[in-house]
């Protein structure tokens, strides 16, 4: 059973260039998630997908963001004109279908790192 | 705004003893509550999920919610070097069971662990 994987691990990039990273989820989970996480802080929710419907999203996810799930198997988010402010680390997670009385338990990939000079 | 408290640390503990992290919560409706572990450079790990008030044990782990004071905690029970690491608490609204509410995880920033041979 292969967990949740991302690619690339590592981006570094010039400002105001675009950049694109995938998440390929665990196996029969139906359920896909963005976060973002900088330097001490938790991670924080951009988007969900059930599978290839994107259900919610933060008010983090401005304009310059997109993300796709289009045969709700893998996922792409794509970041258009990057900013300094957008070096972070982006963890994908995906969760199993819900059961009844289930809980959301999110299981995070190893991240991509974003470095924008 | 919804937030998670967790009291940043770091924490301290010698080997062998008893490691308590706390961790509040503002949102009076929420229903799933999980404990990461995070090490250096890498992404959150879950190591347990709790939804009903008192105690769920697995191993050497023990989270302990209360609903009424919106408090949950993670005891390490013989903490080892190898615990220390940064830990992630991280509440869900939805209901369970159910595909109502948001999905996301709010995660507050985590308590830095460490654990002195």
Redesign the interface.
């Given at each position: 059973d292969t967990g949740v994987s991302q690619d690339p691990r590592h981006k570094i990039t010039k400002r105001g260039q675009n950049v694109t990273f995938r998440c390929d989820p665990i196996s029969e989970h139906n359920?896909l998630?963005w976060?973002r996480q900088t330097l001490?802080?938790?991670?924080?929710?951009l988007t969900?997908f059930?599978n290839e419907a994107q259900?919610?999203k933060?008010r983090l996810l401005s304009d310059r963001f997109s993300a796709e799930r289009p045969k709700g198997s893998f996922s792409t988010l794509e970041i258009q004109r990057t900013e300094q402010g957008d070096s972070a680390?982006y963890?994908c997670a995906s969760s199993p279908r819900?059961?009844?009385?289930?809980?959301?338990?999110?299981?995070?990939?190893?991240?991509t790192r974003l470095t924008v000079l | 705004q919804k937030e998670v408290e967790q009291n940043s640390g770091p924490l301290s503990v010698p080997e062998g003893a008893i490691a308590s992290l706390n961790c509040t919560y503002s949102d009076r409706v929420s229903q799933s509550f999980f404990w990461y572990r995070q090490y250096s450079g890498k992404s959150p790990e879950l190591i347990m999920s709790i939804y009903s008030n008192g105690d769920k044990e697995d191993g050497r782990f023990t989270a302990q919610l209360n609903k009424a004071s919106q408090y949950v905690s993670l005891l390490i029970r013989d903490s080892q070097p190898s615990d220390s690491a940064t830990y992630l608490c991280a509440v869900n609204s939805s209901p369970l069971g159910t595909q109502g509410g948001s999905e996301k995880l709010v995660f507050g920033k985590g308590t830095k662990l460490t654990v002195n041979p």
């Open positions: 359920r998630y976060y001490g802080q938790g991670p924080e929710f969900y059930q259900l919610e933060s680390m963890l819900r059961l009844a009385g289930g809980y959301n338990e999110q299981f995070f990939g190893p991240g | -």
